[in-house]
């Protein structure tokens, strides 16, 4: 008689307790949590309520009524003075859950909110809402990497996208909505860079989505070429003729998915910094005619808005659960989970899986990986800036402005001790 014996190693599983604590903090519901764990740790005998017994015998809780009020103050206060102060309160909870490790109620969130910046939070009550009454229409998917949206976003560069050298480009997964890579760099318009953003996230992944969605330009030129290439050496279509076809989708902007998504990022990120640099130019800290002063903002601020634009990505909005859009044909949730498991809801998941050796052959005969575009400055300057400002990395978003300045200050003062 043979008779079940139970895994009980799950109690001393260090690595089963941080993933079941990561995914509460990302406000995963059990049936989605359930469905994950069932995959990444099939060892174990799961139901719901075995998940409810193993979170409380971890105590892990998705809401935690004895955290301190002034742990609350000061993670509100210390995002308040950078690009949180963009936030609604909805996000602002996300972020503090995430970046904070405060499983928090947003009412908490709310009254802090409300006790420490309501001018604020009053003024935010209306972020991403439409000016105008949409029209109705439907995009349909079949699953993840079936359709990526790709497009460049300019508004941090100012009038007619020449004062601030400050480029932003990315991609979007058009059935999960979730957001799959954000670049910044001092320019859009080369190709090669362009590509090479690209490029490096399906390196990362080991994914070439079934179809690219892009706007016509010079820009995505080298872009669309590795994306078919791909296709090409791993062999999607029997018939080479029918890649360009079914793997790349033309359009304008406006009917580009990311598109819309650019206003969410702008309202509820970019104006902190846009507010910052128009100090630099109001107050004369900034000459965008001097290519020196446009070096030195990129060399401070790129790195600064890379590392919040990584926050927002992942954070504010892969993680954040979207609310239900009437007559919305594709499925609503946590874009990460959408992704991640698509049978869930009725999708499949598309893309073509490529190796390390294909990879290389198309950097090798694209050159895209060339160091000449490793890095936004020339050798030059980037020795020149890291003098005195050596570790960009650590320079929080608030205190940009005033590094931008001290750089600015010492490097003028090195050229009169030369003079």
Same mark, same amino acid.
């Given at each position: 008689m043979f008779c079940n014996i139970r895994n009980v190693d799950w109690s001393d599983d260090l690595?089963? !307790?941080?993933d079941l604590t990561k995914y509460v903090q990302r406000r995963y519901n059990r049936n989605e949590i359930l469905t994950i764990?069932?995959?990444d740790y099939a060892e174990y005998a799961w139901s719901i309520r075995t998940l409810a017994n193993r979170l409380n015998y971890f105590e892990i809780r998705y809401t935690n009524y004895d955290v301190d009020l002034q742990q609350v103050y000061a993670a509100v206060g210390i995002e308040l003075k950078g690009t949180g102060c963009k936030l609604g309160y909805r996000a602002m909870c996300q972020k503090i859950?995430?970046?904070?490790?405060l499983n928090i109620p947003r009412d908490v969130v709310y009254n802090v909110m409300q006790d420490v910046d309501p001018d604020g939070l009053k003024n935010r009550g209306g972020v991403g809402l439409p000016k105008r009454k949409r029209k109705e229409k439907r995009f349909i998917s079949k699953g993840p990497d079936c359709t990526m949206s790709l497009d460049g976003h300019? !508004?941090?560069?100012?009038?007619?996208?020449?004062?601030?050298p400050l480029f932003i480009y990315g991609g979007q997964d058009a059935y999960s909505g979730k957001i799959t890579f954000l670049k910044i760099w001092m320019s859009n318009n080369n190709p090669n860079i362009v590509a090479?953003?690209?490029y490096e996230y399906v390196k990362q992944s080991k994914?070439?989505?079934d179809k690219v969605r892009i706007d016509r330009g010079t820009e995505t030129d080298m872009l669309t070429t590795i994306h078919c290439y791909m296709h090409k050496l791993c062999g999607t279509y029997e018939h080479v003729n029918e890649i360009v076809s079914?793997?790349?989708l033309y359009g304008p902007s406006t009917a580009n998915k990311i598109e819309r998504w650019w206003r969410e990022l702008h309202h509820r990120m970019e104006t902190f910094f846009k507010e910052q640099l128009s100090r630099l130019l109001n107050e004369g800290h900034y000459d965008q005619t001097c290519q020196e002063d446009r070096d030195m903002l990129a060399y401070i601020y790129i790195p600064v808005i890379q590392k919040e634009l990584d926050?927002?990505?992942t954070t504010v909005w892969n993680h954040a659960r979207g609310r239900k859009q009437v007559k919305k044909a594709l499925p609503t949730g946590i874009p990460d989970f959408l992704y991640e498991h698509p049978e869930q809801f009725g999708g499949v998941k598309s893309g073509t899986t490529v190796t390390e050796e294909q990879l290389t052959i198309v950097a090798e005969e694209s050159g895209i990986m060339d160091p000449a575009y490793d890095f936004y400055l020339n050798q030059e300057q980037l020795i020149k800036f890291q003098t005195y400002v050596p570790d960009t990395s650590i320079i929080e978003s608030y205190e940009a402005v005033d590094a931008f300045i001290y750089l600015k200050q010492e490097c003028n003062a090195s050229i009169r001790e030369e003079v």
């Open positions: 690595t089963l !307790k941080a764990v069932k995959k859950r995430e970046i904070h490790n300019d !508004k941090l560069c100012g009038y007619q996208k020449s004062m601030f090479r953003h690209y994914t070439v989505p079914n793997c790349v926050i927002f990505r």
